[in-house]
């Protein structure tokens, strides 16, 4: 008597511990997507499928968990019997698949909102009502699922009145579940085989900009939720702990030199334009939003004018300067949104015009020499004025199937070509012929 008083005390000191390293792995998610839900919907969408996937995940690691330490454990234990219905039956405690969706329905009960469900195309008798596809989004991911059993199926829809996520992945039949679900009385389908798509687990999640008022519970929840499990697990519950606080400040730190070096491929440290790299993805991009709306693509190349020249005489100190304070000019250049500037190479630079035509360029071009001309920098090793120039090429297309964003490109660059070939200081249009 005493042994099976013990035996339930541990069952459900497992059972909680299960639910609680559930509830702090999610808060822990929840803390880490909040701050980034307002930025866009995508980053949403994102975050959405990465919680849904560990939160299933985790689940389905707890069924294990369930099934390989407290299972295996109760089966040798006269009048324990581990069945579906085990609420009518005295010493009957859930098999692990019972047990999974009791624990999605508490879950459910406690998250305002968010919904995680067990389904299959072979609910047990108990469950006929409730255990099988409820709605069309639910057929169609027993079906993807069915075909594709390693991948998710998930998408937005409204539920009720919320804007909702739902997310699901299948749940494969182990060793361990063969041969319960083809003897057990009860069964509903007795020729399974490991592998095959046992049901499908689902979260669903509301889109609401509630979490933000959430936001202020979570560290009270996320202490009091610490408290318990470090009581339940004690000297583990504190390693655990520790572990976690580890593993964030180190996904932190990730995030953050890994924000660091995105920024350093993208950006030209010297100008803080553009870079190369960023500049030929922006342009490919710009082009087929033009080809695709029929908009003309202005794209502007200029170049220092002897800025070799510059460097000898002033040092690069004093040149690094002058891209700079040329640079800005450029920025100051761009007005509507889809236009960039960029350094294109080493003192040259690029502006992309977006639905911008050849006129406009050219009162773009004019307005940039004059601010350059009044930046007045001196450069007495100029061949052809006091002060520091630009030479310009203008290239404007309309693209289609006879173009491409590097024709563009070169044709720019011829335009830039015969202006310094004309004498520097002055921009030139490129003809199509």
């Not at 997507?33 to 985790?58: E, P, R």
């Not at 004498?423 to 249009?429: C, I, N």
């Amino acid at each position: 008597m005493l042994g099976t008083f013990l035996n339930r005390l541990l069952q459900r000191l497992y059972q909680r511990v299960i639910m609680i390293m559930i509830i702090l792995f999610s808060l822990g998610l929840g803390v880490a997507f909040v701050g980034t839900y307002y930025l866009s919907i995508y980053w949403v969408d994102s975050q959405a499928v990465q919680y849904s996937s560990v939160v299933i995940q985790t689940l389905n690691q707890a069924r294990r968990f369930y099934s390989e330490d407290v299972v295996d454990r109760l089966e040798s234990i006269k009048g324990v019997q581990v069945i579906p219905e085990y609420h009518a039956v005295s010493g009957g405690i859930p098999n692990p698949a019972t047990f999974t969706i009791e624990l999605g329905e508490l879950l459910s009960n406690q998250s305002t909102g968010t919904i995680f469900r067990l389904y299959s195309n072979f609910p047990f008798p108990h469950r006929q009502a409730t255990g099988g596809p409820q709605d069309q989004f639910e057929r169609a991911a027993l079906n993807y699922l069915q075909n594709h059993p390693q991948a998710a199926y998930y998408r937005k829809e409204r539920v009720g009145d919320r804007l909702s996520f739902r997310y699901t992945e299948a749940v494969l039949m182990e060793p361990s579940c063969v041969a319960c679900h083809n003897t057990l009385p009860s069964s509903p389908k007795k020729d399974w085989k490991v592998g095959q798509v046992r049901g499908i687990a689902e979260i669903t999640q509301p889109l609401e900009q509630g979490l933000q008022t959430a936001q202020g519970g979570l560290k009270t929840i996320y202490l009091a939720l610490t408290i318990i499990i470090t009581l339940a697990m004690m000297g583990l519950g504190l390693a655990v702990g520790r572990f976690r606080t580890l593993n964030q400040e180190l996904e932190k730190k990730v995030a953050e030199r890994t924000a660091a070096l995105e920024r350093l491929a993208m950006v030209d440290e010297l100008t803080q334009l553009a870079n190369r790299r960023q500049f030929d993805q922006r342009l490919e991009q710009a082009w087929k939003v033009a080809r695709r709306q029929q908009h003309p693509l202005s794209l502007i190349l200029c170049d220092v004018d002897y800025f070799k020249n510059y460097n000898d005489t002033y040092g690069h100190p004093a040149g690094d300067e002058c891209l700079r304070s040329i640079a800005k000019v450029l920025d100051r250049s761009i007005r509507r949104p889809g236009e960039f500037s960029a350094r294109y190479g080493g003192e040259e630079f690029a502006i992309v015009l977006p639905n911008v035509s050849r006129m406009d360029a050219i009162q773009i071009v004019t307005t940039i020499q004059t601010a350059i001309h009044q930046l007045q920098i001196p450069h007495r090793s100029s061949l052809n004025h006091a002060s520091v120039t630009l030479s310009l090429g203008i290239a404007t297309m309309i693209p289609n199937a006879n173009y491409s964003p590097e024709q563009l490109i070169q044709a720019a660059d011829e335009a830039l070509y015969q202006a310094k070939h004309q004498g520097r200081d002055r921009y030139v249009v490129w003809d199509n012929p």
